[in-house]
């Protein structure tokens, strides 16, 4: 019975889809395009799936959970499929989190993770504008306020993020962070930071493929629309 129900629920959305396409416009669209360029971007999004569940996985061994590639794929599909209903991913990385919710323990750390994912993949996409800018004002010798300022900020925000980190290691907030860690109200969230600060292997791997995943999102939109 829960699978005919699932298959109702996946053909009525499927439906949906279908009823909102503009097939008009498609088509038209669809006339103009070469194959090669599709084929490319086909071949590229092929590779995101995996280097997505890859970072996910390593998201989640940092809070401590534990799920297969191939689980995490699946879910990463279902969640995408549900991306094209609700606004900024939001439906995906909710089926994320209720899939991977552990039974035992802060469940937050399912939410923990995804967030973590979420937010190395923007750093990783400011970091790439950020030396995108850099070559565009030094080697390609554009002239650019709005260029100048992006790089001004993050060179500033990463400086700042730096030195932070430093002076936490070095444990110059020692007396606040065990202040913050007695407040109840905030045990989850100093659970889950705990988790990340003792992890920076896993963090460092996120970060590598966070970039791939960038990069090849950027190639991607850059043969479409070249």
């Known amino acids: 019975m829960k699978n005919y129900i699932k298959m109702a629920v996946s053909l009525i959305l499927i439906g949906l889809l279908i009823y909102n396409v503009e097939w008009g416009s498609f088509l038209n669209h669809f006339k103009t395009l070469s ?21 996910w996985k390593k998201a ?36 994320r989190v209720l899939k991977t919710m552990p039974k035992e323990g802060f469940k937050s750390r399912a939410v923990s993770a995804v967030l973590l994912e979420r ?38 925000g990463g400086v700042i993020a730096v030195c932070l980190l430093i002076l936490l290691w070095m444990g110059a907030f020692s007396n606040l962070l ?26 460092i791997n996120i970060s590598m493929a966070s970039l791939l995943f960038q990069v090849l999102a950027i190639i991607a939109i850059g043969v479409l629309f070249d």
């Not at 970091?127 to 992006?150: D, K, M, P, S």
């Open 35 to 55: 194959i090669w360029p599709v084929v490319i971007v086909l071949a590229i999004l092929t590779v995101q799936f995996p280097i997505s569940a890859m970072k």
């Open 60 to 95: 989640l061994e940092i809070h401590k959970l534990r799920y297969s590639v191939g689980f995490l794929q699946k879910t990463l599909y279902i969640g995408f499929f549900f991306n094209n209903f609700l606004p900024a991913a939001i439906g995906g990385d909710a089926y």
């Open 119 to 156: 937010i190395m993949g923007f750093a990783a996409l400011l970091f790439l504008g950020f030396v995108g800018g850099v070559l565009t004002l030094t080697v390609a010798g554009e002239q650019n306020q709005l260029i100048l300022y992006y790089i001004l900020i993050c060179a500033g």
């Open 178 to 203: 065990e202040r913050i860690k007695k407040i109840k109200k905030l045990e989850m969230l100093t659970h889950n930071l705990g988790h990340i600060w003792r992890s920076p292997a896993l963090l």
